[in-house]
């Protein structure tokens, strides 16, 4: 079946610290691929995606390429600020497959100062 | 209020209570979806709907029962509730077509504890 993998954390970084989240996929056909982002006591929020491969989609600050041949799509950024403290889900979708998301189990992000 | 709410926030209801969370969305989006947050299990996938009158099961569907009169509203009852369906719960809801890449636009949660 389809699954997302990603690496446990919590991660634990100091300001400005390059962050890099990793993300596995499975996937019966050609997935769109997405970062959700979710802050404290909130829902989640999409941070970027992308739709084939070699794709990178990028938001503030943070980029992801869509890797078709490791079946990866990991996070990263240059240069985390404490703001970035979250839990950050990478999920797939597969095209005709009605819009459902299969999401990883998250990982937790912590950034100090 | 534009977007995409959940009511109530929080609950706490007793084994074998039923109880009904709501969620309710201004876009006229078709698709919505109820998920639970458990640790260890990200998002799983409870039911979604299509459109109105059309749902179907998602990943973890037992326990829970939807419904979908109206574009706009989508709620979840327990019909009978377990201390394992103590969790949060995430409804969220989408557009559909070739265009837009389908994001899912989450609504805040509803924290259940079942005692």
């Known amino acids: 079946g389809n699954s997302v993998t990603q690496m446990e954390g919590p991660v634990t970084l100091s300001e400005e610290a390059f962050l890099t989240i990793n993300c596995t996929y499975t996937a019966t056909g050609y997935p769109s691929l997405f970062w959700y982002v979710q802050y404290p006591g909130e829902g989640l929020q999409l941070l970027l995606k992308a739709t084939k491969a070699d794709d990178k989609g990028s938001n503030k600050g943070f980029e992801a390429t869509y890797r078709k041949e490791t079946t990866s799509f990991h996070l990263e950024k240059g240069s985390v600020q404490v703001s970035d403290s979250a839990v950050y889900f990478c999920?797939?979708?597969?095209?005709?497959?009605?819009?459902?998301?299969?999401f990883g189990t998250g990982t937790q992000l912590k950034v100090e100062l | 209020d534009a977007g995409i709410t959940q009511s109530p926030r929080y609950k706490i209801t007793e084994t074998g209570r039923q109880v009904t969370l709501m969620c309710h969305q201004t876009w006229s989006h078709s698709y919505m979806f109820w998920y639970r947050q458990d640790l260890g299990h990200g998002l799983r996938l409870i039911y979604y709907?299509?459109?109105?009158?059309?749902?179907d099961k998602g990943e973890v569907p037992d326990g829970y029962v939807v419904s979908r009169s109206k574009t706009e509203n989508f709620p979840l009852t327990l019909e009978s509730a377990t201390r394992s369906q103590t969790s949060v719960y995430f409804c969220?809801?989408?557009?559909?077509?070739?265009?837009?890449?389908?994001?899912?636009?989450f609504g805040p949660g509803t924290r259940l504890t079942v005692t």
């Open positions: 999920a797939l979708r597969l095209t005709g497959g009605g819009n459902k998301l299969t």
């Open positions: 969220a809801s989408s557009e559909s077509g070739p265009s837009s890449a389908w994001e899912q636009y």
């Open positions: 709907s299509a459109a109105a009158d059309i749902t």
